[in-house]
């Protein structure tokens, strides 16, 4: 059974850009979350999707957005980048959604702004 | 106060030692708790899970809760170097909530 596969996994974009990541979850799974890691803050929730509605929102700026597609897809988007959006992007998949159930990761898009 | 708390280390165990692991959480209405490990570079993979007050034992880990003190912990027996990473406690509610991780560096 394939896991949950992120892409890109590596990139680079300049202040003032925007960029969307990718999100696949494991099959039969959906809800999907999605996390911000940086060394200073850990991990924190962005925001959850079930069967495309979101579900629930963490303390993000509304720069950061997301949406999920009927196939529980989703995707996750950062306007305006800020050299503080550098960071390590989680998605993660649960079978009915977070609350009460264990999610499982994606190896992660790493985003570097300059 | 953040939701949850956990030494940052680095802990340093000898192999084959016990390294043990804390965290507290300030949501007394927490239901599940999470340990996950993080090896440098790499997403955090699930260990184990743990419900119920009282320990849950799963091969060479232990969980350990107690909700009355607000207090989850992980006992890895027979430390292995390959045991060295970081190891996130997870709380969850409508959210995950992570603690920030404690290092572990079990020595050769």
């Known amino acids: 059974k394939a896991g949950v596969t992120q892409t890109p996994r590596y990139l680079i974009k300049t202040r003032g850009q925007q960029v969307t990541l990718s999100c696949s979850p494991i099959s039969g799974h959906r809800s999907v979350s999605w996390y911000q890691q940086t060394p200073g803050q850990g991990l924190q929730f962005l925001f959850e999707y079930f069967s495309e509605t979101q579900r629930n929102k963490g303390n993000f700026p509304g720069r950061f957005s997301g949406r999920q597609f009927s196939n529980s897809r989703s995707e996750m988007n950062v306007s305006t980048l800020e050299l503080g959006d550098s960071a390590l992007y989680l998605c993660?998949?649960?079978?009915?959604?977070?609350?009460?159930?264990?999610?499982?990761f994606g190896e992660g898009s790493w985003l570097t702004v300059v | 106060q953040k939701e949850v708390e956990q030494n940052s280390g680095p802990l340093s165990v000898p192999e084959g030692a016990i390294a043990s692991l804390n965290c507290t959480y300030s949501?007394?209405?927490?239901?599940?708790f999470f340990w996950y490990r993080q090896y440098s570079g790499k997403s955090p993979e699930l260990i184990m899970f743990?419900?119920?007050?009282g320990d849950k034992e799963d091969g060479r880990f232990t969980a350990q809760l107690n909700k009355a003190s607000q207090y989850v912990s992980l006992l890895i027996r027979d430390s292995q170097p390959s045991d060295s990473a970081t190891y996130l406690c997870a709380v969850n509610g409508n959210q995950f909530y992570f603690g920030t991780g404690t290092s572990l560096t079990v020595i050769p």
């Open positions: 993660a998949s649960s079978l009915q959604g977070v609350y009460g159930n264990t999610i499982y």
């Open positions: 949501d007394r209405g927490s239901q599940s």
């Open positions: 743990i419900y119920s007050n």
